[in-house]
């Protein structure tokens, strides 16, 4: 099994498209990365888990699951890098593989000490891209080879019901 553990506001700092909506509105930049972690898990199969750091999102500590993709907010005065490393403890095991999608070089040495691995913030940028870019190209796919109508027709039937529907005789 894989594990992608994203640093959320390292991810946020770091994309340009996320960034931009930070500017603006906080949330609608974090709904994002969830919604762009919910595509790279739904693509890939990896359980993804997103940790925001708590002095951005005062309150306790909080859990939840959207688009199917686990969020945790940290407790008060913990941050996202210590939590992205008792949860790579937590979860390392024989069968799993751990990633974590961070640009900050002191947490990268010591998740790399705890046998986990890293993706940098563009690494992860880069692959989002290309994932994007795949479903695009497969929903395309599947509505090209999708047939108009769920009745097969001729070319020359559909143009007489084409017709009718436009009210022409």
Do not use: C
Request: no cysteine; glycine share 4%.
């Amino acid at each position: 099994m894989q594990i992608l553990l994203v640093d959320g506001y390292n991810i946020i700092g770091a994309w340009s498209e996320l960034r931009k909506l930070k500017e603006v509105k906080l949330l609608e930049a974090r709904d994002r990365l969830i919604e762009l972690m919910a595509e790279y898990k739904a693509y890939t199969g990896t359980r993804v888990i997103v940790v925001f750091d708590a002095h951005l999102v005062p309150g306790i500590e909080n859990k939840k699951k959207q688009y199917n993709v686990e969020v945790i907010y940290t407790r008060k005065n913990e941050i996202a890098d210590e939590r992205i490393e008792k949860l790579t403890k937590e979860l390392s095991g024989r069968r799993v593989q751990i990633y974590v999608a961070t640009s900050d070089l002191t947490e990268q040495r010591v998740i790399f000490g705890q046998g986990a691995l890293r993706k940098s913030a563009r690494e992860l940028e880069i692959e989002m891209l290309s994932i994007s870019s795949k479903i695009t190209k497969k929903v395309k796919t599947i509505q090209d080879d999708k047939p108009a109508s769920n009745i097969p027709l001729t070319a020359e039937v559909a143009e007489i019901f084409e017709k009718w529907r436009r009210g022409m005789k």
